[in-house]
């Protein structure tokens, strides 16, 4: 087990606990005589299901008293009953079992050949006041250097002795950061137990997976981002995934999905939540590809995809407070939907709010700055007495307004030289132009609050001290996007390196075990999809045209692991498609059925190896 | 509350803020323009690595400006701003009798040397100008 699987055994936990009451709640039915062979079964399925999670993730003991329970359960069901006396002595284990669950991962899983780092507590406010030091001391290095500058090129040692200093600077600017930085679990954890209440407070079943939770983030970006993952969960939940009925008729598992991922995107986090609803109407879709984009079309209020706003969460009012927030935090918000298949919104947040890559330029004899995230390029304005009342550059084919800095925000400034520089500004689905005197470069800077009375002003994320002293004001460009400008859509490019990456499709009944193979998997760079039992498994193979490679359990509700195998081998199509069957079943007979169906590999649970697993795929699905 | 003031000339008028809330005293520097702000507002201003919003208190208080030179700087709640004034007069203790004066901006008006001299409300200007419209 890789450390950074803690994740998963809070997953087995969670899931552990269902399981542990309800069998709680069974026996005591047993007890009570209000319960007969459907409760052993279900007992029989719980207990079950715990020990193939624990086994997975090696938990020993949890795994040996699960199994006792399900040998009990076994001969209750042979008998067709469970004797009195058994009650106590099963609920007894069932506790022992809970216990074990806790205690487990603290006396089996320790870091291979690493003691924990100590750790100490700080108040966050230092850290901040630290940060802030830092930050001026840096400033104080570029006035330094701004303020020798001509002396420096007689003085080799200090101009080496000042690079030196830069350098240090650096790195304890960059170690502050860290300091102030949280992996995201630190707001999601509670989310999967969210979702699954607002979901029934819908009379939905709705399943929550969280991919990404180590993903960092600025302390106090954090803070704020935890009401608005909860909001789009919420839009999610209420508007997307569609009543156990319709899902049904249009093929779809009856429990919705939601997917929380996180990771990185370039300079940005990228937070996406995906589900399989029902997305947006295809007169919405239409009206998006008309006017550009279907954000701002549904953070208009009012518009929600479901029939009725419920009081779970109106959409349109919903989504236009998480775009607000995401814009102020210097981010932003991207939203993509099929109409039957699903929504997919994402937060683009910054790392950090205390450093910025910024673009300088100066207009009007004042230099301003633009977030490198947002700047799609810089163009040379070929002709300025184009500048007219509706000016334009054309780009790549397309049209893109352009605007003179100047005007845009209002700033004196005296007319544009010839052929005056440009910045292109982008947002999906939108670009514009701003025309400046000057570009003074890209640097990164400490983003400071405009000040007490100034710093609620829209059009401004804040100002910046250059090293020669001045301030430069940092533009929103959202804000300047605002106004009315041309459609225009921004394709999306993929990004693959030389290694080899599989398409694998994970089939087991229990979220935990999928999951914890979904991430092994990803971590290794695979792309994963997943299906809870056979019948689904089938489905999604139909669906799936460049698919590597199956993983799956065997006993699963509707159709299990061995009539998926059979089912796979006779089909015309993917007859030939790799099969590894990852089961608690280590019986020589089980192997040996598993064999004869046609089973590429076969992976016992209990003796479930990440490496092992991983050079499997390669072998497979490099074939 | 102490009784010592700073005393500032604005447009040819004297104006005193209580000392409690002056950071320091400053030279004008080189200002900011921040399109779109409030009128009052003349600019923003690094003061030793902090960015304050520097304001013109004649305009707060309805005068015409003449060349300001120097700004007080004051503490708030929320941050520090700098008003712009003419010129520093002094700083020391004002006479606690303080006249009745009909201004939002200020808190009273004392008689010092046969000029009279306005007390300035400083949260009070601050909050006027934090809530556009006032």
Same mark, same amino acid.
């Given at each position: 087990?890789?450390?950074?699987?803690?994740?998963?055994?809070?997953?087995?936990?969670?899931? *552990?606990?269902?399981?542990?009451?309800?069998?709680?709640?069974?026996?005591?039915?047993?007890?009570?005589?209000?319960?007969?062979?459907?409760?052993?079964? *279900?007992?029989?399925?719980?207990?079950?299901?715990?020990?193939?999670?624990?086994?997975?993730?090696?938990?020993?003991?949890?795994?040996? +008293?699960?199994?006792?329970?399900?040998? =009990?359960?076994?001969?209750?069901?042979?008998?067709? /009953?469970?004797?009195?006396?058994?009650?106590?002595?099963?609920?007894?284990?069932?506790?022992? @079992?809970?216990?074990?669950?806790?205690?487990?991962?603290?006396?089996?899983?320790?870091?291979?050949? *690493?003691?924990?780092?100590?750790?100490?507590?700080?108040?966050?406010?230092?850290?901040?006041?630290?940060?802030?030091?830092?930050?001026?001391?840096? +400033?104080?290095?570029?006035? %330094?250097?701004?303020? %020798?500058?001509?002396?420096?090129?007689?003085? =080799?040692?200090?101009?080496?002795?000042?690079?030196?200093?830069?350098?240090?600077?650096?790195?304890?600017?960059?170690?502050?950061?860290?300091?102030?930085?949280?992996?995201?679990?630190? #707001?999601?954890?509670?989310?999967?137990?969210?979702?699954?209440?607002?979901?029934?407070?819908?009379?939905?079943?709705?399943?929550?997976?969280?991919?990404?939770?180590?993903?960092?983030?600025?302390?106090?970006?954090?803070?704020?981002?935890?009401?608005?993952?909860?909001? $789009?969960?919420?839009?999610?939940?209420?508007?997307?995934?569609?009543?156990?009925?319709?899902?049904?008729?249009?093929?779809?598992?009856?429990?919705?999905?939601?997917?929380?991922?996180?990771?990185? =995107?370039?300079?940005?986090?990228?937070?996406?939540?995906?589900?399989?609803? =029902?997305?947006?109407?295809?007169?919405?879709?239409?009206? /998006?590809?008309?006017?550009?984009?279907?954000?701002?079309?549904?953070?208009?209020?009012?518009?929600?995809?479901?029939?009725?706003?419920?009081?779970?969460?109106?959409?349109?009012?919903? +989504?236009?407070?998480?775009?607000?927030?995401?814009?102020?935090?210097?981010?932003?918000?991207?939203?993509?939907?099929?109409?039957?298949?699903?929504?997919?919104?994402?937060?683009? %947040?910054?790392?950090?709010?205390?450093?910025?890559?910024?673009? @300088?330029?100066?207009?009007?004899?004042?230099?301003?700055? +633009?977030?490198?995230?947002?700047?799609?390029?810089?163009?040379?304005?070929?002709?300025?007495?184009?500048?007219?009342?509706?000016?334009?550059?054309?780009?790549?084919?397309?049209?893109?307004?352009?605007?003179?800095?100047?005007?845009?925000?209002?700033?004196?400034?005296?007319?544009?030289?010839?052929?005056?520089?440009? #910045?292109?500004?982008?947002?999906?689905?939108? &670009?514009?132009? $701003?025309?400046?005197?000057?570009?003074?470069?890209?640097?990164?800077?400490?983003?400071k609050s405009l000040g007490a009375i100034l710093s609620g002003m829209?059009?401004?994320?804040g100002a /910046?001290?250059?090293?020669?002293?001045?301030i430069? %004001?940092?533009?929103?460009?959202?804000?300047?996007?605002?106004?009315?400008?041309?459609?225009?859509? #921004?394709?999306?490019?993929?990004?693959?390196?030389?290694?080899?990456?599989?398409?694998?499709?994970?089939?087991?009944?229990?979220?935990?075990?999928?999951?914890?193979? &979904?991430?092994?998997?990803?971590?290794?760079?695979?792309?994963?999809?997943?299906?809870?039992?056979?019948?689904?498994?089938?489905?999604?193979?139909?669906?799936?045209?460049?698919?590597?490679?199956?993983?799956?359990?065997?006993?699963?509700?509707?159709?299990?692991?061995?009539?998926?195998?059979?089912?796979?081998?006779?089909?015309?199509?993917?007859?030939?498609?790799?099969?590894? #069957?990852?089961?608690?079943?280590?019986?020589?007979?089980?192997?040996?059925?598993?064999?004869?169906?046609?089973?590429?590999?076969?992976?016992?649970?209990?003796?479930?190896?990440?490496?092992? @697993?991983?050079?499997?795929?390669?072998?497979?699905?490099?074939? | 509350?102490?009784?010592?003031?700073v005393?500032v000339?604005v447009?040819?008028?004297?104006y005193?803020l209580p000392v409690d809330g002056v950071l320091e005293v400053a030279e004008l520097g080189?200002l900011t323009p921040v399109?779109?702000s409030p009128p009052e507002v003349m600019g923003v201003r690094n003061l030793r690595?902090r960015v304050i919003p520097v304001m013109a208190l004649a305009t707060l208080l309805?005068?015409?400006?003449?060349?300001p030179?120097r700004i007080v700087v004051a503490e708030l709640g929320t941050g520090s701003a700098g008003f712009a004034v003419?010129?520093?007069?002094?700083?020391?203790? !004002?006479?606690?009798?303080?006249?009745?004066?009909?201004?939002?901006y !200020?808190?009273?008006?004392? !008689?010092?040397?046969?000029?009279?001299?306005?007390?300035l409300d400083v949260d009070a200007i601050l909050s006027s100008v934090a809530s556009p419209?006032a």
């Amino acid at each position: 087990m890789s450390a950074s699987d803690e994740e998963i055994h809070e997953l087995v936990r969670q899931e *552990a606990g269902d399981c542990l009451r309800r069998m709680e709640s069974n026996l005591l039915a047993l007890e009570s005589g209000d319960g007969g062979a459907e409760e052993i079964d *279900a007992i029989l399925r719980d207990a079950h299901s715990v020990k193939g999670s624990a086994a997975m993730i090696g938990w020993q003991q949890a795994t040996t +008293l699960a199994s006792g329970i399900e040998d =009990r359960m076994e001969q209750a069901r042979e008998q067709g /009953a469970l004797a009195a006396d058994q009650v106590d002595p099963l609920l007894r284990a069932v506790d022992e @079992l809970g216990r074990a669950l806790q205690v487990e991962p603290a006396a089996e899983a320790p870091k291979p050949a *690493a003691s924990p780092a100590p750790t100490i507590r700080v108040p966050a406010a230092k850290v901040d006041r630290m940060l802030d030091v830092v930050g001026e001391t840096v +400033l104080y290095h570029r006035r %330094l250097e701004h303020a %020798l500058g001509d002396t420096l090129r007689d003085g =080799r040692q200090a101009s080496e002795e000042l690079d030196m200093g830069e350098q240090l600077l650096d790195e304890l600017q960059d170690s502050v950061i860290q300091m102030r930085t949280l992996p995201l679990r630190t #707001i999601t954890d509670s989310l999967p137990r969210a979702v699954r209440d607002l979901a029934s407070q819908e009379g939905k079943e709705v399943e929550l997976t969280i991919d990404g939770a180590e993903t960092q983030l600025d302390r106090v970006i954090l803070d704020g981002i935890s009401e608005t993952i909860v909001h $789009v969960l919420r839009n999610a939940v209420a508007h997307g995934i569609e009543e156990a009925g319709e899902r049904e008729s249009a093929g779809k598992p009856q429990a919705g999905r939601v997917e929380l991922r996180a990771g990185r =995107r370039g300079r940005l986090v990228a937070i996406e939540v995906v589900d399989d609803g =029902r997305g947006v109407s295809p007169e919405l879709l239409a009206r /998006a590809e008309q006017e550009g984009s279907l954000v701002d079309i549904l953070a208009e209020t009012g518009f929600s995809t479901a029939e009725e706003v419920t009081d779970v969460a109106g959409r349109g009012v919903g +989504l236009d407070a998480v775009k607000r927030h995401v814009e102020s935090l210097g981010g932003g918000l991207e939203l993509k939907s099929e109409t039957g298949r699903g929504t997919e919104v994402t937060l683009l %947040l910054p790392i950090t709010l205390a450093l910025m890559k910024v673009l @300088l330029f100066e207009r009007g004899g004042h230099p301003f700055g +633009l977030p490198m995230t947002s700047v799609g390029r810089v163009v040379a304005v070929a002709d300025t007495t184009s500048l007219g009342n509706r000016p334009s550059l054309e780009l790549e084919g397309q049209v893109v307004p352009l605007s003179d800095l100047g005007q845009l925000i209002g700033a004196a400034a005296a007319p544009l030289p010839r052929n005056p520089p440009a #910045i292109v500004i982008e947002s999906p689905g939108r &670009r514009l132009a $701003v025309a400046c005197d000057e570009l003074l470069g890209e640097e990164e800077v400490v983003i400071k609050s405009l000040g007490a009375i100034l710093s609620g002003m829209p059009g401004f994320l804040g100002a /910046a001290i250059l090293g020669d002293g001045r301030i430069a %004001l940092v533009l929103d460009p959202n804000h300047l996007l605002k106004a009315p400008t041309e459609a225009m859509a #921004i394709g999306q490019s993929e990004e693959t390196d030389g290694r080899m990456v599989a398409r694998v499709l994970v089939v087991d009944d229990q979220f935990s075990a999928r999951e914890l193979q &979904r991430s092994i998997l990803e971590t290794a760079g695979h792309r994963v999809e997943v299906a809870r039992d056979g019948r689904e498994a089938l489905a999604r193979i139909g669906e799936i045209a460049d698919l590597d490679l199956v993983l799956t359990d065997v006993q699963m509700p509707e159709m299990d692991g061995f009539e998926l195998l059979e089912a796979i081998r006779a089909s015309e199509e993917h007859g030939s498609l790799p099969v590894v #069957i990852v089961t608690t079943l280590g019986d020589d007979a089980s192997r040996r059925r598993g064999v004869e169906a046609g089973a590429d590999a076969y992976i016992v649970k209990e003796e479930f190896d990440q490496q092992a @697993l991983l050079e499997t795929i390669e072998r497979l699905a490099g074939r | 509350m102490s009784r010592v003031h700073v005393r500032v000339r604005v447009a040819g008028e004297h104006y005193a803020l209580p000392v409690d809330g002056v950071l320091e005293v400053a030279e004008l520097g080189d200002l900011t323009p921040v399109p779109g702000s409030p009128p009052e507002v003349m600019g923003v201003r690094n003061l030793r690595g902090r960015v304050i919003p520097v304001m013109a208190l004649a305009t707060l208080l309805g005068l015409t400006a003449e060349e300001p030179e120097r700004i007080v700087v004051a503490e708030l709640g929320t941050g520090s701003a700098g008003f712009a004034v003419d010129a520093v007069v002094d700083v020391g203790e !004002l006479p606690g009798a303080s006249e009745q004066v009909d201004s939002p901006y !200020l808190t009273g008006a004392v !008689l010092v040397d046969g000029l009279l001299v306005g007390i300035l409300d400083v949260d009070a200007i601050l909050s006027s100008v934090a809530s556009p419209g006032a």
